[in-house]
């Protein structure tokens, strides 16, 4: 079971990643270099709120975000 902050947290990294591909598609290559920048960002605090959590989960969800970041470069 996910806590409140990490739901928040992957919510808005999805969303960022949409935004992502809006603006790459328009070739809006400034903002979406800063729209990438936030992904990251996202899911670094997605990854340290997992880890750095005292439950003993598995890091699949870690492993599954981690995807999208190899992603951004396209």
Sequence with gaps: ???KKEDEI???SEM???LFK???KSNLDML???IAMAIIEA???YKQEVLGSESKRSCV???LLG???ARLSV
Aim: net charge negative; hydrophobic share 45%; charged share 35%.
């Design 1 to 3: 079971m996910r806590f």
């Design 32 to 34: 979406s270099h800063f």
């Design 67 to 69: 995807d999208r970041e």
């Design 10 to 12: 992957v919510f808005i």
């Design 61 to 63: 969800d870690v492993a």
């Design 22 to 24: 809006i603006s790459k």
């Design 16 to 18: 960022l990643w949409d």
């Design 43 to 45: 899911e670094n605090s």
